[in-house]
């Protein structure tokens, strides 16, 4: 009967034991975790206090209805949000601000759609050449470049003058000091955003689904549009994005590109807050800017996912 007793007491135990193992495996990843939490404590610390911080004593100072700071005899309401809305100067310049940007983002897509699918279908080797060229005016600051395009786009630059003796035009274009040289000096300036995100959704289309589409009859141009640009669309939403946002918050651009003649909000900003000294209606403008910005990009990304195309964001 012994053996007998000893078998019953282990079937017994099995389920304690497996208690007790699941119990250990729990302790084991939560010690997993105490390193990984540690390690990011640094970088925590520093986006609160170089990030999060200056956000929320921005956002008290929008509040903030006296020039005085000093908190003891601070006047606290929603006059500058208020003066801000019913003043037609700020409100267009935050339309001028979103149409620059929209313009921005299609002529990026536009020319940065060709140059993604023109790497996603080169070699390796033709490849790297293309990155490093898309790359390079990175490693140029955006001030030296910007005044490349400012003599470019003078009115006795090489782009009037070549037209001029090209005989297309008779007088020299407006191309500086508007909001035409706006939107070329930030089509530039993100352009290498924009073709960088749209190569890496092109990188994971698989080959073999343009050759099932042309086996099947479709034509070249049929594929793209019924396989390659839709496959595509996580890449152009996020470079639309990126192109877009980088543009509403643009000033250096703007302010040389476009002088006085473009009063971008970010332009506007740094005027009431440097030249001006309007601290608390400049940290309302800031806001405004801020809460437009996530507000289109959060109706243009929630448009596209519940679109028909909203299995490929999936």
């Known amino acids: 009967m012994e053996p007998v007793r000893h078998h019953a007491d282990q079937e017994i135990n099995k389920p304690a034991k497996l208690k007790v193992e699941r119990k250990t495996s729990k302790i084991k990843k939560?010690?997993?975790?105490?390193?990984?939490?540690?390690?990011?404590?640094?970088?925590?610390?520093?986006?609160?206090?170089?990030?999060?911080?200056?956000?929320?004593?921005?956002?008290?100072?929008?509040?903030?209805?006296?020039?005085?700071?000093?908190?003891?005899?601070?006047v606290y309401s929603l006059k500058n949000y208020i003066e801000l809305f019913t003043d037609?100067?700020?409100?267009?310049?935050?339309?001028?601000?979103?149409?620059?940007?929209?313009?921005?983002?299609?002529?990026?897509?536009?020319?940065?759609y060709p140059i993604a699918l023109t790497m996603?279908?080169?070699?390796?080797?033709?490849?790297?050449?293309?990155?490093?060229?898309?790359?390079?005016?990175?490693?140029?600051?955006?001030?030296?470049?910007?005044?490349?395009?400012?003599?470019?786009?003078?009115?006795?630059?090489?782009?009037n003058q070549l037209l001029i003796n090209l005989g297309i035009i008779n007088t020299p274009l407006k191309l500086l000091f508007s909001e035409l040289g706006v939107v070329i000096g930030l089509s530039n300036a993100y352009l290498p955003f924009m073709v960088l995100a749209i190569v890496t959704s092109l990188y994971n289309i698989d080959p073999s689904l343009e050759k099932a589409g042309a086996i099947l009859g479709a034509s070249p141009l049929r594929s793209f549009f019924s396989i390659t640009l839709p496959l595509s669309l996580p890449g152009v939403v996020s470079g639309c994005v990126l192109v877009f946002s980088l543009s509403m918050s643009a000033y250096v651009t703007p302010a040389l590109m476009g002088g006085a003649n473009v009063p971008v909000m970010p332009v506007v900003l740094y005027d009431q807050i440097n030249n001006l000294l309007k601290w608390t209606f400049?940290?309302?403008l800031s806001y405004v800017l801020l809460a437009t910005t996530l507000l289109l990009v959060l109706v243009f990304t929630r448009s596209i996912e519940k679109s028909k195309f909203k299995e490929v964001f999936r």
């Open 30 to 74: 939560r010690k997993g975790w105490i390193p990984g939490l540690l390690l990011l404590v640094p970088i925590l610390l520093f986006i609160f206090g170089f990030f999060i911080v200056p956000m929320l004593y921005i956002l008290y100072l929008s509040f903030i209805s006296t020039d005085n700071l000093n908190s003891a005899d601070a």
């Open 88 to 112: 037609s100067y700020y409100l267009s310049s935050l339309s001028l601000t979103v149409k620059i940007s929209f313009y921005s983002v299609i002529v990026a897509l536009l020319l940065g």
């Open 120 to 159: 996603a279908k080169s070699s390796p080797r033709v490849r790297g050449y293309i990155t490093l060229l898309i790359a390079s005016p990175l490693l140029v600051s955006i001030v030296v470049r910007n005044f490349g395009w400012y003599l470019l786009l003078l009115p006795n630059g090489t782009i």
């Open 282 to 284: 400049g940290s309302a």
